[in-house]
């Protein structure tokens, strides 16, 4: 029954929820006690995912960056490709800030819930160096002086823009200096992952002793702001994945009907793997099949877009964000709200490829430092990812497909003679 990781996790949360609560039902001092050291695990569990933000985001997005410039230079399609990817991924993050912000507006979260449940973790104090307030502070915030410094103190918005600066950097090196820089940091990266999935291995004990303190201080009213953070997550994800429908719908109209039922299959297979990459057979069957697609467009397309794009990435990283937001009364300003979409763009293309739940602290946890968000519930909700990231992977794929669509030209899809005389 629990032989999966995630079923441990999930089963490690409930438990530790439901034990918290009823120490405190009981009311019991050394059962207390020891419920506290329990959560005091949970927290050293914590910081230990926590410690590999900084260099794994920092060596992926080098790589990332160099890898994507170099995909936008092999060709004209290509580079049309990185520049939709580029404006869609732009275009969700400001409507995940809106559209988690309205939901929360109109459901907001039970003030007595989330105050019992804020109680039972540390002080929520701002977490490194925030965006500057004004136009001017964000300027100003954004070009690094001391790249080490803004590393140090967790300066998430400077140091990304340095490693685009140095990512795009590699790809003007010579060869013979170019590969070894680039494997440097690809090696750094992949060393920062092996250390997150070693974490991983103690999840159970972590999430069960974070959930153990919530129980503690929050009782069973904790269970319902996890639940409303799950519902919030999904309908900003279920919003973004209809954006490409209406796209096709606006721009290629006669494929509309081809393109749904084209990516039901698709979209039923990631359900079942919540990997986009398990989906790219299946993606090429259809786009080459009934989609008509060339093999030319649909075999450059693809593999491009799942090695570098990912449409609800940063819809769900800024989701979570603003979800905190919400809760913590945070009124971020137009400046910081800019940061946090060039750090959801940046975490985007450098955090592909990676596993859920080393994408997840991966990817939300620079936006976190980006707005100087308090990151401690973020292990709780790591628990429950798998929801939300059948979400994610369902609009991925649909978005890959839909961008493949978008991108061929007429002549590079095989219409029916009835889609014909609907173009003529």
Excluded at 31 to 42: F, H, M, N, P, S
Aim: net charge neutral.
């Amino acid at each position: 029954m629990f032989r999966s990781p995630t079923s441990r996790v999930l089963a490690a949360l409930a438990l530790g929820l439901a034990l918290g609560a009823w120490v405190k039902y009981l009311g019991n001092p050394a059962l207390t006690e020891a419920a506290l050291v329990g959560k005091a695990i949970g927290g050293l569990w914590l910081n230990a995912l926590k410690m590999t933000i900084v260099p794994l985001v920092f060596s992926l997005l080098v790589t990332g960056v160099a890898g994507m410039s170099d995909a936008a230079a092999t060709g004209r399609l290509a580079f049309r490709a990185v520049v939709l990817f580029t404006v869609l991924i732009l275009a969700g993050a400001v409507y995940s800030m809106a559209a988690t912000s309205g939901i929360m507006a109109l459901w907001p979260v039970n003030p007595d819930s989330f105050a019992a449940l804020k109680a039972s973790l540390p002080t929520a104090a701002p977490v490194g160096q925030v965006a500057g307030a004004d136009i001017t502070q964000f300027l100003a915030s954004i070009s690094p002086g001391n790249p080490i410094k803004a590393a140090a103190e967790d300066a998430i918005l400077p140091l990304v823009i340095f490693a685009g600066f140095l990512g795009f950097a590699i790809t003007r090196l010579k060869p013979d200096s170019r590969g070894p820089l680039f494997n440097l940091f690809q090696a750094m990266g992949e060393a920062m992952v092996v250390i997150v999935h070693w974490v991983l291995l103690a999840a159970p004990i972590g999430v069960f002793g974070l959930s153990l303190g919530v129980g503690l201080e929050a009782g069973v009213a904790a269970a319902t702001t996890i639940f409303h953070y799950v519902a919030v997550v999904i309908l900003v994800q279920l919003g973004i994945t209809l954006v490409p429908y209406v796209l096709i719908a606006v721009f290629k109209p006669y494929m509309l009907g081809r393109f749904i039922a084209a990516v039901a299959p698709v979209q039923a297979l990631a359900v079942s793997t919540q990997s986009s990459l398990a989906c790219l057979p299946a993606m090429l069957d259809q786009a080459r099949g009934p989609l008509g697609v060339s093999k030319r467009v649909a075999d450059l397309i693809l593999p491009l877009a799942v090695a570098i794009f990912r449409l609800t990435s940063p819809v769900a990283n800024l989701a979570v964000v603003f979800f905190l937001i919400n809760l913590y009364g945070v009124h971020p300003s137009l400046g910081q709200m800019a940061a946090a979409a060039l750090v959801a763009l940046a975490v985007a293309v450098g955090s592909v490829g990676l596993p859920g739940q080393v994408s997840f602290m991966a990817s939300v946890g620079p936006i976190c430092l980006a707005l100087g968000v308090p990151v401690e519930l973020l292990g709780i909700f790591l628990a429950v990812e798998v929801l939300p990231d059948i979400f994610r992977t369902v609009g991925n794929v649909t978005g890959d497909l839909g961008v493949t669509v978008l991108l061929a030209d007429r002549e590079d899809i095989d219409a029916s003679p009835h889609e014909e005389a609907a173009l003529d």
